[in-house]
């Protein structure tokens, strides 16, 4: 009955918040395995965190992650290979055809092909690690909630840009993130109306995702938006014919009340938190609020539990979970407290399914790369480079070529970094992570949500 | 000689469908742990622990 991480409804979620994927720049390769590290850590997190259930054994499970895990690193390994390989035979072409009209042709055959110089695979990997360190630890960075929310982050680079020749050329990266159960109404009585709709259980939420942007302008980027999105479950008692009976398969317009209310009170909060840090939150885009309804095998199993815990009407059940904070004029529907195993599986399927999703875009230009007219220069390389060039004295270091075109106005640093808008950071730290991973995958119930304009 | 857009592309496809074949294993050990609670709780409902 368990639905840890359905994938139908991350696409319904993903629609809140992403952008239609036409729109998309294509993303590097080093983004999309970061983005698919953080996945893949998530999954794992989660596995681990499956508490040890006598009777229950999911060691099967454990190895055959391990398994695909295993595979996925070979597949990235074999991506940046023939990466690497594509662009070695890019610059091999291209600087070919400058030695031919200038330098004889014995000199071609020295040049070292960049991705097996130690210190450029050094230099990538440690790139890459802090990328993906970097990324993991935003997205560790988040403990939302009592259920603990999801986080995904999405990287977009400019690959996929055609190259200007001169000028600079703009990088973009979506912070996206789904807050699950950080809403501190249990069950707002008045919806939309009660002071408390919106509320957060953990303010610091905001905070967290304000540090992280933060740290993004502090590196660079400027923040061109913001766009949310909320989702309710649940929450009211009476459908919208006034039968007792909403969220048992009936829909009810309060909750996409309380859901729009959720989007405007974060809102909000967000764009406090991110003032406070001094960082201008230029637009705010609120997504459909979304009521998600229950299954019908999740209302089987309500009315089951219902049943068990000695009521007669199961929405009742949902009722007494949902008035957990009890306000005045609520008297509880049994003597006793909800049992902890009824309460939990009213959690997965209820509070988890109350959240709300972020999504920051931000933008920094770099520099784009800019093609050198063939020329004959001697450059000086650094001593790591120089060590791996074939000791034969037929190759006078004056006619030394290093593996990456000449670009005499930015020789300061040796070019080492494989992709191509990586190649146009010059001037910026080389060991500063130049672009996030991406991500969007939410975590959530399976259930479809119900979209109704407001 | 496959461009650096198929390279992506490719690799970010077969990416996603380990990803995918993970979580459908995740579901599945949440799963387990989950039916053995909701046992466990019919279990005391059959013995009369929860009326």
Known sequence: MSDAVPVESQKSREKTTSVPSQERPKRTLDAVIAAGDIQEKAIKDKLTAIPDVPGVDISLERKEIDTLARERRELSAAADDDLAAFWAQTRGAAQKDELDSTVPTNIDSPRTESSNVPEVQARRASIRRQVASALTAMALAIPFGVGGGTTAFASEGSAARPPAAMGEGREHIAVTDAITGPLLEKYARLFAADEKAGRLVHPEAVGVIADVTKNLVNQGYVLDGATIGAQSSDEAHKSDKKQENAGLGATNKENIKLAGKRETVFGGLLKSALEAKGITLPSITMTEPIENILTDKEIDEIKMMAEAVGLSNPYWLTEEYNREEHPKDFKPMTDTPLPPDVVKRLDHMLRDERKVTVALELHRNIPHFEPVPPQRKDIQLPPALLATLPDNPSYPQSHYFPAQTIRPQHVSQPDIIRQQPREHNMGKDANQPSRGGKIARSHGGDRQGKRVSR | ?51
């Open chain 2, 1 to 51: 000689m496959k461009t650096q857009e198929q390279i992506v592309k490719e690799y970010e496809e077969k990416s996603e469908t380990i990803l995918r074949k993970m979580m459908h294993v995740l579901i599945r050990a949440q799963r387990k742990v989950d039916d053995e609670a909701y046992r466990k709780v019919l279990e005391k409902v059959e013995k009369g622990d929860i009326v």
